[in-house]
């Protein structure tokens, strides 16, 4: 399975739900975070609805193979950053695909097995790539290991 990490914002939305639909048409499974529904969500409080939320996408975190993370770049949010640096720490390949060619934090970029500067118009073309690529492949995880991969180099700032 694959965990989709990035921002859930109106502006990004759209993007966001054509990369699950990508990942999905090469035939993996996927968790969008976005596309989680709480049944009667609006009889918790808002802590206990939160709570709810954190268990699920810890939980998926946990069965992933692969954490895909869309980085928007430093502007990307508090919730995609933990994600990547709870999946680093459980040892999850991590694989990031930057919408922007701008330094990114050296938390980022060193936090993950492959990085790939890219942008909005072709990271669909990318994950496909990616996904249809052996060597990457979440199906051949064990096979092809290999710590700190990177694509493309990319300028790295303190933070």
């Known amino acids: 399975m694959i965990?989709?990490?990035g921002s859930c914002s109106s502006e990004d939305r759209n993007m966001m739900?054509?990369?699950?639909?990508t990942i999905r048409n090469y035939g993996f499974e996927v968790?969008?975070?976005f596309e989680l529904q709480i049944e009667n969500a609006w009889d918790y409080t808002q802590e206990e609805w939160s709570k709810i939320v954190f268990d699920k996408d810890i939980e998926a975190i946990d069965k992933a193979d692969i954490v895909i993370l869309i980085s928007i770049g430093r502007k990307s949010t508090a919730g995609t950053n933990w994600e990547q640096g709870y999946?680093?720490?459980?040892?999850?390949r991590v694989y990031v695909f930057q919408i922007t060619d701008k330094p990114t934090s050296l938390m980022t970029f060193c936090g993950c097995t492959w990085f790939k500067n890219t942008n909005r118009d072709k990271v669909c073309a990318h994950i496909g790539e990616l996904l249809s690529n052996e060597?990457?492949?979440p199906k051949n995880v064990q096979k092809y290991y290999n710590k700190a991969l990177y694509d493309n180099k990319c300028k790295t700032v303190l933070t």
């Open 3 to 5: 965990y989709l990490a």
């Open 17 to 21: 739900v054509n990369i699950g639909k």
């Open 31 to 33: 968790y969008c975070p």
């Open 87 to 92: 999946a680093y720490a459980k040892g999850k």
């Open 135 to 137: 060597k990457y492949n």
